[in-house]
Nanobody
Framework: QVQLVQDGGGLAPTGGSLSLSCVAS????????MGWFRQVPGKQRELVAR???????HYDPSVNGRFTISRDSAKNSVFLQMDSLKPEDTAVYYC????????????????WGQGTQVTVSA
């Protein structure tokens, strides 16, 4: 059974930093894209960062230059370093796995993490 277990997140002031991690178990995702989505109440879940099996990265413009996604394929893990945080980054963050995340569609996602709250105080 596949499981994605997230860790990290929490509360940070504006301009602060937080990090997220996600470890997958149950199968090898070396050749899959991995990514991070976020969701605020009343809005759709959106892709903020993705990383391919070749470590090509892509960021939503709202986080580009502030967030860094990385992965350790040997450990089936993906990470998100969030710097220069803003109140609008407040959301529940989800790690996600799909063979190709370039379209960033929620309906495509094969596996989700459990979600982690990130709150940025003004």
């Amino acid at each position: 059974q596949v499981q994605l277990v997230q860790d990290g997140g929490g509360l940070a002031p504006t301009g602060g930093s937080l990090s997220l991690s996600c470890v997958a178990s149950g199968r090898n995702f070396r050749y899959y894209d991995m990514g991070w989505f976020r969701q605020v109440p009343g809005k759709q879940r959106e892709l903020v960062a993705r990383i391919s099996s070749r470590n090509d990265t892509h960021y939503d413009p709202s986080v580009n230059g502030r967030f860094t996604i990385s992965r350790d394929s040997a450990k089936n893990s993906v990470f998100l370093q969030m710097d220069s945080l803003k109140p609008e980054d407040t959301a529940v963050y989800y790690c996600a796995i799909h063979v190709d995340l370039r379209l960033g569609r929620v309906s495509d996602i094969d596996y989700w993490g459990q979600g982690t709250q990130v709150t940025v105080s003004a």
